[in-house]
């Protein structure tokens, strides 16, 4: 999936407080690691985000490998409707 950084970092701030650690815990993963899918340079991380950004307009391009964390978000917005 690609979308753009700011898009990523829009959807990111949407998301209620506590969601990286529910996200974290709903995988199985390291909080950091979600973390750093959205945006974020947390070293602590234990494994990688997945993500490759190259810069440009709106923030750059980001490609996702894998769209579970992005799934988990999304669907953690949707409940907010």
Known sequence: M???????????????????????????????????YFGGKHLEAKTGAGIHIEQGPDGGVVTLDDTTIFDAAMRILNEQK
């Open 2 to 36: 690609i979308i753009t950084f700011n898009e990523l970092r829009r959807i990111k701030d949407k998301l209620p407080s506590g969601s990286s650690q529910r996200i974290a815990d709903e995988l199985g993963i390291d909080v950091e690691t979600v973390r750093n």
